[in-house]
């Protein structure tokens, strides 16, 4: 009985860890510790970090039935070293990477990774490469990595970087958030994350959450998304945005149960 403890409140310590990955960066989560071999962990989207209410409320939940989390900060995100990332799908599932063989190193195993947003594309992206993982959970992930560009960067895109070698992006102040290179962009535009997803493991078990009401990925990403990955299960929480900002409960609940099936 790996959760055995779960019932009578489990002893849970928090503390931060800093993990350096490929590029000598360091990663800065934070562990809720619950002392069970298995550890979840927790990915962000776009521009957002460990924080997330959604990570937060997660690792509350599942630390609970006394599983371990780590949730953590993509480089250039909240606490981590390294520059922002308008792009880098496949450098975040090199992040994790790093963050899996970081706890295989301490005799510890992570169960599952699940990833919000941008991070939905990244689980999935990683799973596809790594094959090492037995549970992925993908919220609201974009199926789609390349929709929303010209939106973003403005029609004429691709002449401007060959001009330019690079695009600023600026934030509603005006202030520059990230540059875009030209690398950068090819490496979007290479991302294809359907195609990733006809690669992943058919023994990983995949959960795909998406609400019905979210006007950053439309629910329609989560129905292909069904319709591709061989071991899915899909989950449409009506009404829900794309932060969940109503819903964390069905949200937590959904995917607690989804990663220990004995609560089912």
Same mark, same amino acid.
């Given at each position: 009985?790996?959760?055995?403890?779960?019932?009578?409140?489990?002893?849970?310590?928090?503390?931060?860890?800093?993990?350096?990955?490929?590029?000598?960066?360091?990663?800065?989560?934070? =562990?809720? $510790?619950?002392?069970?071999?298995?550890?979840?962990?927790? #990915?962000?989207?776009?521009?957002?970090?460990? *924080?997330?209410?959604?990570?937060? %409320?997660?690792?509350?939940?599942? +630390?609970?039935?006394? /599983?371990?989390?780590?949730?953590? *900060?993509?480089?250039? %995100?909240? $606490?981590? +070293?390294?520059?922002?990332?308008?792009?880098?799908?496949?450098? $975040?599932?090199? !992040?994790?990477?790093?963050? &899996?063989?970081?706890?295989?190193?301490?005799?510890?195993?992570?169960?599952?990774?699940?990833?919000?947003?941008?991070?939905?594309?990244?689980?999935?992206? @990683?799973?596809?490469?790594?094959?090492?993982?037995?549970?992925?959970?993908?919220?609201?992930?974009?199926?789609?990595?390349?929709?929303?560009?010209?939106?973003?960067?403005?029609? *004429?895109?691709?002449?401007?970087?060959?001009?330019?070698?690079?695009?600023?992006?600026?934030?509603?102040?005006? #202030?520059? +958030? @990230?540059? =875009?290179?030209?690398?950068?962009?090819? *490496?979007?535009?290479?991302?294809? /994350?359907?195609?990733? #997803? =006809?690669?992943?493991?058919?023994?990983?078990?995949?959960?795909?959450?998406?609400?019905? !009401?979210? !006007?950053?990925?439309?629910?329609?990403?989560?129905?292909?998304?069904?319709?591709?990955?061989? %071991?899915?299960?899909?989950?449409?929480?009506?009404?829900?945005?794309?932060?969940?900002?109503?819903?964390?409960?069905?949200?937590?609940?959904? &995917?607690?149960?989804?990663?220990?099936?004995?609560?089912?």
């Amino acid at each position: 009985m790996a959760h055995s403890h779960s019932a009578q409140n489990p002893v849970t310590e928090q503390r931060r860890v800093i993990i350096t990955n490929k590029h000598g960066e360091k990663l800065v989560g934070i =562990l809720h $510790e619950t002392q069970s071999k298995e550890i979840v962990v927790l #990915c962000h989207g776009f521009n957002r970090s460990k *924080d997330d209410i959604i990570l937060v %409320n997660l690792a509350a939940a599942l +630390e609970k039935e006394g /599983i371990s989390v780590f949730r953590f *900060d993509f480089s250039g %995100n909240g $606490e981590s +070293e390294g520059p922002p990332q308008f792009g880098g799908f496949y450098r $975040e599932a090199d !992040d994790i990477r790093t963050v &899996v063989q970081h706890f295989s190193g301490e005799n510890r195993v992570v169960s599952a990774i699940l990833g919000h947003s941008k991070g939905g594309s990244v689980v999935l992206l @990683y799973a596809s490469k790594y094959r090492d993982i037995g549970i992925v959970v993908n919220v609201s992930g974009c199926y789609d990595v390349k929709r929303g560009l010209a939106e973003a960067l403005g029609a *004429d895109y691709m002449q401007r970087i060959k001009k330019d070698g690079y695009i600023d992006i600026k934030n509603k102040t005006g #202030c520059v +958030e @990230y540059r =875009l290179t030209e690398e950068d962009l090819m *490496d979007i535009l290479r991302t294809d /994350i359907p195609k990733a #997803c =006809l690669k992943i493991d058919k023994e990983c078990r995949v959960l795909t959450v998406h609400g019905s !009401d979210d !006007d950053i990925n439309p629910v329609e990403d989560a129905l292909k998304f069904a319709k591709i990955i061989i %071991n899915h299960r899909l989950f449409i929480i009506k009404g829900a945005d794309h932060f969940y900002t109503s819903h964390q409960i069905e949200l937590t609940s959904a &995917v607690v149960k989804f990663i220990n099936p004995t609560l089912e």
